[in-house]
């Protein structure tokens, strides 16, 4: 018999109309931790500072105390189960793990392109070709490890087009997989810049995984990024932002630089080259999974 020690978790199944409601019921009934989880299949990515989007179908589920009396909230979710919209819930009991251990045995080495590799640090690396680049990243909660095509599209373009002693500019770089992607892959320098701090406390944590210099890469704020232009601007964000940011890495990128845009969905690609093809030329386009990467070269408006 197991003598680990066991929680109480509650699991309801909701929408987003009332989730205050039902949370808040959670935290008078003692809750240790609450969590939100998509109930189908509705990816939330890059939220502004200040938001918190949320899934139209939610699973909210609550952890407790192994001796909490859960009968009150019980009855409290049965009541207003109507006008909460909850669908059903239940209670289970759970016994305490390792997560980030167990979390860890999900996730394998990733291979994009032809020689560029993704490794979580617990796995040794088992390729032995002399030309395969090895990137350590551990999953996170907030930020990308290359599992997701628009990251992935990234990756491959910087595999198979070498930023061999260029300097770079990743924008929005959250976890900083394409900074110290194109650091291992010959960059000169790259700029890393985030509207979330958190962003460069994860890219700088990377870098350090990595090996990577501290000099290699420069983390800023936007409002601190520097504004000279470079040769290469990389920007996997969404289209919106993207367009918005026009202005911005248009003025990054140097005349005949290169920029790398992804987080595009395929109907808004034509928007996107509309606003882009302003200052940019020669588009490329790359698509995997509904989502869509581009690529152009800079030139400069008489």
């Known amino acids: 018999m197991s003598n680990s020690p066991t929680w109480q978790q509650l699991v309801c199944y909701t929408t987003q109309q009332a989730h205050e409601q039902i949370e808040s019921a959670m935290e008078n009934a003692g809750s240790l931790s609450i969590t939100w989880q998509d109930a189908k299949d509705t990816p939330v990515l890059e939220p502004l500072p200040g938001e918190q989007p949320l899934w139209n179908d939610l699973i909210i589920t609550a952890l407790f105390e192994n001796?909490?009396?859960l009968e009150p909230l019980s009855k409290q979710l049965n009541t207003h189960k109507?006008?909460?919209f909850i669908q059903k819930f239940h209670i289970e009991t759970v016994e305490d793990q390792d997560w980030e251990r167990v979390w860890m045995e999900d996730y394998h080495p990733m291979k994009f392109s032809e020689h560029l590799w993704i490794y979580?640090?617990?796995y040794e690396q088992t390729n032995k070709n002399d030309n395969d680049i090895v990137?350590?990243?551990d999953p996170g909660l907030a930020f990308g490890t290359g599992t997701h095509p628009t990251t992935?599209?990234?990756?491959?373009?910087?595999?198979q087009n070498r930023p061999t002693n260029l300097n770079s500019v990743d924008y929005g770089c959250?976890?900083?997989i394409l900074a110290v992607a194109a650091i291992k892959l010959g960059a000169r320098h790259v700029i890393a810049t985030d509207i979330d701090p958190q962003g460069l406390i994860a890219t700088k944590a990377n870098m350090r995984r990595n090996s990577i210099s501290m000099d290699a890469i420069d983390c800023y704020l936007p409002n601190e990024c520097p504004a000279e232009p470079v040769d290469l601007v990389l920007a996997n964000?969404?289209?919106g932002p993207l367009i918005e940011l026009y202005p911005v890495l248009?003025?990054?990128t140097r005349n005949n630089g290169t920029i790398v845009l992804s987080g595009i969905l395929e109907a808004q690609k034509d928007q996107l080259i509309k606003t882009y093809s302003q200052g940019f030329k020669n588009f490329d386009i790359k698509k995997q999974d509904g989502w869509v990467r581009l690529s152009a070269t800079r030139f400069i408006v008489d």
Request: charged letters at 15%.
């Open 152 to 159: 992935a599209l990234c990756l491959e373009w910087l595999d």
């Open 82 to 84: 109507a006008d909460w």
């Open 120 to 122: 979580p640090s617990n």
């Open 174 to 176: 959250g976890s900083g």
């Open 250 to 252: 248009s003025s990054l």
């Open 67 to 69: 001796n909490a009396d």
């Open 237 to 239: 964000i969404l289209c």
């Open 135 to 137: 990137i350590k990243l």
